[in-house]
């Protein structure tokens, strides 16, 4: 077996790992590998609001968030999950 296969069945071993909630169609991923850039707008537009809003807190306002309760650790949890699965995804 060559490198690219090892490769290529590692990368499958990781995305078989991806929730399923989780998972890009594979259009989204075709149309990422045309793209010079996947930062901006590209990722924002495939997350929804509330992940957005979460993974654009500073530190400071996304401790105080938590600490009033006006977020759980689970949302931000799922939050910055969520748009690494993605950012992991398509690149």
Request: charged content about 25%.
């Amino acid at each position: 077996m060559n490198w690219q296969e090892l490769a290529a069945g590692k990368r499958q071993q990781i995305n078989d790992k991806i929730a399923k909630k989780w998972v890009l169609d594979s259009n989204i991923i075709d149309k990422a590998q045309s793209l010079r850039s996947l930062a901006g707008t590209f990722i924002e537009d495939l997350l929804d609001h509330e992940t957005v809003k979460i993974t654009a807190l500073d530190n400071v306002d996304l401790v105080d968030a938590l600490s009033t309760g006006s977020l759980t650790s689970v949302q931000v949890v799922s939050a910055f999950c969520k748009r690494a699965v993605y950012a992991h995804q398509l690149v």
